[in-house]
């Protein structure tokens, strides 16, 4: 287990739709700040393909398939669902040691 701090990921399971597929698979976004919600990680990457892990595709015509890594792109997609968390790890791929390192506090209100 990976006792550094350091920069840690959400892993979220997702349901993405284009034209022509659903796929559901796993996305792996920031923990925190800025691009840690899924509209905004979308939106950042808007030209870009997604990393999606541990992939269901489904062409809308029928069958089904199974891939363990899909680039998507995000110019393809019209609809994009969370479907649950998976929980946070550090870079290594490991859970945080302390949780409570992942706890962001705001600051007191002015007195």
Do not use: K
């Not at 919600?37 to 939106?43: A, E, K």
């Not at 110019?75 to 945080?96: I, M, Y």
């Amino acid at each position: 287990m990976s006792d550094t701090p350091g920069m840690h990921f959400r892993r979220l399971r997702v349901r993405l739709e284009t034209e022509l597929h659903v796929i559901e698979g796993t996305l792996q976004l920031p923990s925190e700040g800025y691009r840690s919600r899924m509209t905004d990680f979308l939106n950042a990457h808007d030209s870009d393909f997604l990393p999606v892990t541990d992939a269901t595709v489904r062409p809308r015509h029928g069958g089904e398939e199974h891939h363990e890594y899909l680039a998507v792109s995000v110019r393809h997609l019209v609809l994009g669902v969370e479907l649950g968390s998976l929980g946070t790890f550090d870079a290594a791929g490991e859970p945080p040691s302390d949780p409570l390192q992942l706890v962001s506090t705001p600051p007191p209100p002015p007195a």
